[in-house]
Structure formats: structure tokens, C-alpha cells
């Protein structure tokens, strides 16, 4: 069997730096912290004081309000996304392209958390018949790829990965895959995530995984000395992913390629890293594999990088190990230093960095890096953006339950 090139023609996303890729890419590059004062829920009743919001959305100006009423918020990013994505690619389902050829796979941590915390509040306090007609489709996580596929007449394969914060990075290794064997000519894949609820926050802090530094400005610094735990984010990254065959038939501008996909697991701990980033280190050598490429063919890793402490740890150890020597000559950074641990569409969101990295010759900063840790000796971006020829992107992402993803963007040529 034939395997089919697979290359990125359009992308969307929504991210506590803007609504859109344009507002977002001009972040990152600039700098900018997407993370301010935790609004969306009163901050007086949790440790962390700080979130990676996203900021001025209101989904009824891109969506019928009778619509949006019956999607979760991670949803209504989804679709947001979505529809910024396809036009991006120049797409319309059934008209330039085969309905039953576009699959969608969207990919989420917790799913409708905030509508299941609303709707047990109207159970409690007013009882069953008070509770939404459509609590479940609101809260269950599929269902973002689920009213994807159906405002846009998608008709391919159409599901979600669950795997907490790989869940986007593996939608989009498993959208690729689908199109790689032939199943589909065009994949709708990323992942959404909106989190920003009580009981979300409750967990986190419960566990101690989230930032007590009440200062935005400093709380997620990721491969810092200082580093004291994640700022939670929300938001949504939907990338194009179409068959190069279909792509040059329509004479679609193409952004890069995916190459490569590894997927491991830890069998270790649900929320610790196995010692050294072992499962991580594996997943990495097998993405490379599948790209076909050697470790010193990487110019930039975008580190899954959550500014916890064990996270940024063994992730470099993990480098170290792939990458010997060259670990050294590579550029590493972590863009959740500017909009916070999207959890789920994490993994989506630093796809697009990644491959616009390649497209813009940039290499994306970690801000907030002022005090190097003697264990994490990499070239990290310090602070500031910087111009590069970027050929080749490897982009890591790991999940609670022992879950590790890594994706290989290239230059297409």
C-alpha cells in the first residue's frame, strides 16, 4: 500500500494571546504573556490567583445564539477554530471537497466540565427537571468533534481522543495516520479544552500542580529554577490536515508537512513521569523513526515544557537521551510560558507553533526565564524570540496515566 504525503493546509485556533492564529502568532513572537488575574471564577476560594484566559469571545458573533446554547465552551472554541481553520484552507465541504472523504478528530482532557458543574448545581438545588435537555451532548467529550462534523458536513470518520493533556497531539498523529493509509483525503484535527472551572481548579490545587505566584506576569516559567507548577488555560487549535495529492490538485497553499508520530506509555504513575522521561525519550525516537529522519535533522523541540517541576526535568533528561551531543545545538522552548497549560489542546495549539516556526524562519521564546537551574542546561530561548532556518520541528506532548506524544513537522518541498 502507498503511503500518502500528508501536508497542513489550513489552521485555527483560539488561545488566552487571541482569537485567532494572526493575534496568537503575534504574541508568541513578541512575547507575550496571555496570562492575567483569574476572572472566570472567584479566585478567593483556590491557592493559584492566575489563569491563561482567553479573552473578549463571545461565541454568538460566530454562531447562531439557539446554537451556541447547546455546546459546552470547549465546544464553541472547537467550532470557532474549526471554521477559521477551513476557510484558512480554502475548503468547502461538498463543494471543493468529498464529504464522505473529511474526517474530524478533536481531541479533549475533561471535556463539558463547566456545563456538568452548572447543570449539578440545578439538579441539587431544584431537582432532575430542572436539568438541561442537553446536559449530556453538552458535557461529554466527544462532542466537539461530533457538532464539528455536523455544522460542516464532514461525513469521514468522526471521533475524540481522551488521553488529559496528549489529547491533541495524538488526535493529530491519529488524523494523520488516517489519511497516510488512505481513508481520507482531509482530517479536521486539534484538540479544545475549557477548564477554567471550580471543581477543575479544585482538583489541580488539591494535587498542588498549580502556580501559587499570584504575580501574571512571572507564573508559568517553565525550565526555571523558580518554577512553582502550572497556570491553567483554555482555548482550541484545529488543524487541516489534507492528503498532498488532494492538496496540489486544488492548488492549496500548504504551510508543511507531518512526517512523524510516536506514542508511548509509561506504565509508571498517573501524574509523575516515569524517572529520566523514559516513555517520553521513547516516543520521541519513534516519531523520528516514522519521519524517517535522524536525531541532528531536528533544528527545534516545543517542549511540552508545564513549568512543574519533575515535567521540565525529565523532559531535558529525555532529550538528552534522544539526542546526545546535539541535545546541545537544538533550540527547546516551551510556549506555555504565554498562554498557560491548555491541558488538551495544548498539543494543538504548539502544532501551530511549531509548524509556523518552520514558515516563519522563528524560534518561539520561553518568557519569564531569569534563574537557569543547573539540571536543565539546554537552549531554551531565553526571554526572547529569535530568527532561525527551521527545517524540521518535534513537538512533545505528555498526559496524565503516563501518556507521551510526539509529532515531526517539516519544510514542505
Not at 180 to 195: F, L
Request: glycine residues 12%.
Amino acid at each position: 500500500m502507498k503511503k500518502q504525503r500528508v501536508v497542513i493546509t489550513g489552521m485555527g485556533m483560539i488561545t488566552p494571546l487571541g482569537n485567532n492564529v494572526r493575534s496568537s502568532w503575534k504574541g508568541v513572537v513578541e512575547g507575550c504573556s496571555g496570562i492575567g488575574p483569574l476572572t472566570r471564577r472567584d479566585a478567593t476560594n483556590f491557592p493559584t490567583k492566575v489563569a491563561g484566559e482567553v479573552k473578549n469571545f463571545n461565541s454568538v458573533d460566530y454562531l447562531k445564539a439557539k446554537e451556541a446554547r447547546k455546546m459546552d465552551r470547549f465546544t464553541q472554541f472547537a467550532v470557532v477554530a474549526t471554521l477559521e481553520a477551513l476557510k484558512d484552507a480554502d475548503i468547502i465541504i461538498g463543494e471543493n471537497i468529498n464529504p464522505e472523504r473529511v474526517g474530524v478528530w478533536i481531541g479533549t482532557g475533561i471535556g463539558g466540565m463547566e456545563t456538568y458543574e452548572e447543570q449539578f448545581r440545578k439538579f441539587y438545588e431544584k431537582g432532575y427537571k430542572r436539568v438541561s435537555p442537553f446536559f449530556v451532548p453538552m458535557m461529554i467529550p466527544d462532542m466537539a468533534s461530533g457538532q464539528v462534523s455536523i455544522m460542516v458536513g464532514a461525513k469521514g470518520i468522526t471521533t475524540c481522543t481522551v488521553t488529559a493533556c496528549a489529547s491533541g497531539a495524538n488526535s493529530i498523529g491519529d488524523a494523520y495516520k488516517v489519511i497516510e493509509r488512505g481513508d481520507a483525503d482531509v482530517m479536521i484535527a486539534g484538540g479544545a479544552e475549557a477548564p477554567i472551572t471550580d471543581m477543575a481548579l479544585a482538583g489541580f490545587s488539591s494535587m498542588t500542580a498549580l502556580s501559587t505566584n499570584p504575580d501574571p506576569r512571572t507564573a508559568s516559567r517553565p525550565f526555571d529554577k523558580n518554577r512553582d507548577g502550572f497556570v491553567m488555560g483554555e482555548g482550541a487549535g484545529i488543524l487541516i490536515l489534507e492528503s498532498r495529492e488532494s492538496a496540489v490538485s486544488r492548488n492549496a497553499n500548504i504551510y508543511g508537512e507531518i512526517v512523524g508520530y510516536g506514542a508511548t506509555g509509561d506504565a509508571h504513575h498517573i501524574t509523575t513521569p516515569a524517572p529520566g522521561g523514559e516513555g517520553g525519550a521513547r516516543a520521541m525516537t519513534i516519531a523520528l523513526q516514522d519521519a524517517g529522519l535522524h536525531p541532528e535533522d531536528v533544528d527545534y523541540i516545543n517542549a511540552h515544557g508545564t513549568s512543574t517541576y519533575y515535567n521540565d526535568l525529565y523532559e531535558t533528561q529525555a532529550i538528552k537521551s534522544v539526542f546526545g551531543e546535539h541535545a546541545y545545538q537544538l533550540a527547546v522552548s516551551s510556549t506555555k510560558s504565554m498562554t498557560g497549560h491548555v491541558l488538551g489542546a495544548a498539543g494543538a495549539i504548539e502544532a501551530i507553533f511549531s509548524i509556523l516556526a518552520i514558515k516563519k524562519g522563528v524560534l518561539p521564546p520561553t518568557i519569564n526565564y531569569e534563574t537557569p537551574d543547573k539540571e536543565l542546561d539546554l537552549d531554551y530561548v531565553p526571554n526572547q524570540a529569535r530568527q532561525a532556518n527551521v527545517q524540521v520541528v518535534l513537538s512533545n506532548s505528555l498526559g496524565f496515566g503516563g501518556h507521551n506524544v510526539s509529532l515531526v513537522f517539516k519544510n514542505y518541498a
